[in-house]
Each structure stands twice: as C-alpha cells, then as structure tokens.
C-alpha cells in the first residue's frame, strides 16, 4: 500500500525536478502544503480503470506504466518517467478514468487534489501559470503520440486493404 512521506524528506530532489524548477520559492513550498508526496512500490495500482478522481499526479522519481483493460485483456499503453505529469483529466473533468496507472518498480508520486491545485494557481499566479504551461505541455506531448499512432494504424489498415485488392485482382487473373 503506497505510503505517505514528507516532503522535507525530499526537498532537494523535488526543487530539481522540471515540474518545479520554475516556481519560486514561496509558491514552491504553497504547492507542497496542499499535496502529498507518495511512496508506491513495484506493482502498486496509482489510478485505476474505472475509478473517478480528483487528483493530478507528478511523477518526482521512478517510472510508472500505463495500461487498459479491455475484453478480458489487459493492453500496454505506454512508460511515463521522471518529471511528467498524468491523470490530468481529473483538472477538466469528473469522468471516469480510462486506465490503469501502476508503479514500475517504487515510484515517489506527488499528487494533488483538482481544489487544491485550483486554489494555488489563483493565489500563486505566476508559479500557477509555469505549472498550467506544463499542464498543456504534457497533454499537447500526449496529444502528438496518439495521432502518430492512429495515423500509423491508419496507415497500415490502407496498406492491408490494398494488399487485399491486388490479391483479389490476381485471383481472378487465375
């Protein structure tokens, strides 16, 4: 079961990570208050399929792995590593999330409740605003990989097709 652990604990490396580099000092230690830092270890289930939340997690150290559950079965997505964001849906909406998130081997995971976060970038404006542009920066880099996917599929499923035609038309040649 994940573990809560104290961010002094962690200070250093958290004021390394690229979430956090940009923000000063006092929004630093304003978002830290209104957050937890979690410890998961190999396996742990960070978000799971199905569930409604209202959090946004920063990956601080470690590597999760995405995956979906459809059918019986159980589909990789993708590896999100250090200093990415996820779970960013749960800022916009109260939906139910569409996979699964589990910690590769331990993972330090900060997460943030969607009031929490909404309060700091009202109150911390400028810290808030570098935060929200990695919010956007992480969803656009989410964004680009799914349609680099969907266009390779696309093009494979047109490839398959013509394959199929020139098939049929040499068969009836036969």
């Known amino acids: 079961m994940a573990n809560t652990v104290d961010?002094?604990?962690?200070i250093d490396l958290i004021k390394r990570n690229m979430l956090f580099r940009y923000m000063s000092e006092e929004g630093l230690f304003a978002?830290?208050?209104?957050?937890?830092?979690?410890?998961?270890?190999?396996?742990?289930?960070?978000i799971a399929q199905d569930d409604v939340s209202q959090f946004l997690y920063c990956l601080i150290k470690g590597s999760v792995a995405v995956s979906a559950y459809e059918k019986g079965n159980d589909f990789y997505i993708y590896d999100l590593e250090e200093g990415?964001?996820?779970?960013?849906?749960?800022?916009?909406l109260t939906e139910l999330r569409i996979a699964n998130v589990k910690s590769s081997g331990s993972s330090l995971i900060?997460?943030?409740q969607r009031n929490n976060l909404i309060k700091f970038i009202s109150e911390y404006?400028?810290?808030g605003n570098r935060f929200f542009i990695l919010i956007i920066y992480s969803l656009l880099k989410k964004l680009r990989a799914s349609t680099r996917e969907i266009t390779a599929v696309k093009k494979m499923y047109m490839e398959v097709q013509q394959m199929k035609a020139q098939m049929e038309k040499l068969l009836k040649e036969l």
Do not use: T, V
Not at 31 to 46: A, P, T, V
Not at 84 to 92: N, R
């Open 7 to 10: 961010h002094k604990d962690y």
């Open 31 to 46: 978002f830290l208050n209104r957050s937890e830092l979690m410890e998961y270890e190999d396996g742990e289930i960070i």
């Open 84 to 92: 990415e964001i996820f779970g960013e849906s749960a800022l916009f």
């Open 110 to 112: 900060m997460r943030i």
């Open 125 to 127: 404006s400028q810290s």
